[in-house]
């Protein structure tokens, strides 16, 4: 009972102390909404090399020729060939690839008989951007080989109908999880995990900071609680705030932008949760090792800038240099973007989506250790 009181004392008290600052209020509750229109409507982004998955059930020279403009382009890179449609989609569930192609029997047939032969092509339309240009490039390298196909028939058959009959190929193109390629369902739930790690890190980062500053942390050491309960008391109103950040923001999602959420409720909170566990252990840090606000806040920026940026949110990690994706693994954001998103536009469960929780519940016990260690040596 003592341990709780001292708990709950700490937690009205760091409450009142953030909530009763009218600016302060604004930036935590408004800025977020503001910042959640400007740049979902404001970002946009170029990719290239696509991981594609091949499913060939005709394998014959002219199957493998047509096959070969996928993987001879700079556009697309073929990861997996597979014997079934069901095994290409599960690759494309788990991220695995970004799309797969598909030729049946009787291409090869279709193209010496004069007819069109097809070829089909599934595209994860959870990143419009990659999606269409995922399209055009595949109807460039149809079109392409369609030519190719014309020539030679030109040049071995006499009958001038059959050598000019068009589209030798038609590639049927199809975008799944977001069929009409919205950027914004793209974007917007990317914000959730932008703007939620932004308010749990400038509130966290300025906690211990702000009260070494006014002089009140001296009081807060003499007095009975212990180092680990004013830890506790500290982050939980900055955890509760940050939800309360991540509904607002969810709603305004929901309800403004239209963007579906096919997956669990549950399973998304339960990931931020996680999430904010992870930026919690990175403001701590930030608040313990800093001596100054000033200098608090150039520590977040310097943080959360990169973390942006090698998150996946605005530039596709696979097309980073390989150095850099590996310094991604240590990013709490890159993992809950591919939470947010697989949870919103797949559906996806934890099924799918446990290594990402996996890592992120480990990083934010790592953080948070890493946190609680460094502040029992500041207050020591």
């Known amino acids: 009972m003592i341990v709780s009181d001292r708990l709950a004392q700490v937690f009205i008290k760091e409450i009142i102390q953030v909530l009763r600052d009218p600016r302060l209020r604004f930036v935590i509750f408004v ?23 091949v499913c060939d059930f005709d394998r014959t020279p002219a199957s493998r020729a047509f096959i070969s403009g996928f993987e001879g382009s700079r556009y697309f890179r073929i990861t997996r060939h597979v014997a079934s449609d069901a095994e290409a989609q599960r690759l494309l569930d788990r991220e695995q690839v970004q799309a797969f192609l598909t ?31 995922a399209m055009d490039y595949a109807g460039e390298i149809a079109e392409r080989f369609s030519r190719q196909v014309l020539l030679q028939r030109r040049a071995r058959d006499a009958d001038p109908a059959r050598a000019s ?20 369902y793209f974007y917007v739930p990317g914000m959730l995990a932008v703007l939620t790690g932004l308010i749990t890190l400038m509130l966290t980062s300025s906690s211990v900071v702000r009260e070494r500053e006014i002089g009140t942390l001296e009081q807060l050491l ?13 982050t939980m109103p900055f955890a509760c705030i940050s939800l309360v950040v991540l509904l607002i923001v969810l709603l305004v999602a929901l309800v403004w932008f239209k963007v579906p959420l096919r997956g669990s409720s549950v399973l998304l909170l339960g990931s931020a949760l996680l999430y904010i566990m992870s930026m919690l252990g990175v403001g701590l ?8 606000q000033q200098q608090a806040m ?7 800038m990169p973390s942006i940026l090698l998150s996946g949110f605005v530039f596709p990690i696979d097309n980073m240099p390989r150095v850099v994706q590996w ?5 709490p954001m890159r993992y809950f ?31 948070l250790a890493l946190a609680t260690s460094q502040f029992r040596k500041t207050v020591a």
């Open 165 to 184: 009959a068009p589209d030798p190929v038609a590639l049927r193109v199809r975008a799944w999880y977001n069929d009409n390629l919205e950027s914004t």
């Open 327 to 331: 310094i991604t693994y240590v990013n």
């Open 337 to 367: 973007i591919e939470i947010v998103r697989s949870i919103f536009l797949k559906g996806s469960g934890v099924a799918v989506l446990w290594p990402n929780l996996l890592v992120l519940f480990i990083l934010g016990l790592a953080l």
């Open 298 to 304: 150039m520590s977040n920026i310097l943080f959360f």
């Open 103 to 133: 030729l049946l029997p009787g291409f090869s047939q279709a193209l010496t008989a004069g007819r069109t032969a097809y070829a089909q092509i599934v595209v994860d339309g959870t990143d419009a951007s990659i999606a269409q240009l």
């Open 222 to 234: 003499v007095t009975p609680i212990r180092s680990f309960e004013l830890i506790i008391g500290k």
């Open 285 to 292: 840090f930030i608040s313990t090792t800093c001596r100054t």
């Open 31 to 53: 800025t977020p909404i503001i910042q959640l229109f400007v740049l979902s409507y404001a970002i946009s982004t170029d990719v290239h090399d696509i991981r594609l998955a």
